[in-house]
């Protein structure tokens, strides 16, 4: 039996600072990975991304924030890579404030295009009902 087809909004949030991204799905996932293993290696390696080009985010976002985001235990692999408090509370932020753009980004489409859904979905039911007559 086939899904019901369904007309969703999509959405991709970042936040840019001098048309430079700061932060991002793309970031969030790494900073995640990061702080999840220890490893900005692993981490990007988990995200199909070379070592150079997670580091390259890491250092561009800590520039034009201003800010020390990830913690480095050079020479020592076993406490290897850490969010540092700040980087913490950035990723926090930042992801509550993706998830309530998010919601708040459905409740506008159902309010503002209630009715195209609801000829879609009429539209839907008058296909069945074409379909169920031919067979």
Known sequence: ???????????KIWIELMDEVVCGQGRVRLFEEIEKTGSTSQAAA???MSFRDAWGKVTATEDRLKLQLV???QGNRRKGTTLTPAGKEILNRYTSFQREAHEKVDELFEKHLEELLNHL???IIILRT??????
Do not use: A, T, W
């Open 71 to 73: 913690e480095r235990q």
């Open 46 to 48: 988990l995200l199909g």
């Open 121 to 123: 979905k009429q539209h």
């Open 1 to 11: 039996m086939r899904n019901k087809p369904s007309l969703k909004v999509k959405s």
């Open 130 to 135: 074409i379909r169920l007559k031919r067979y």
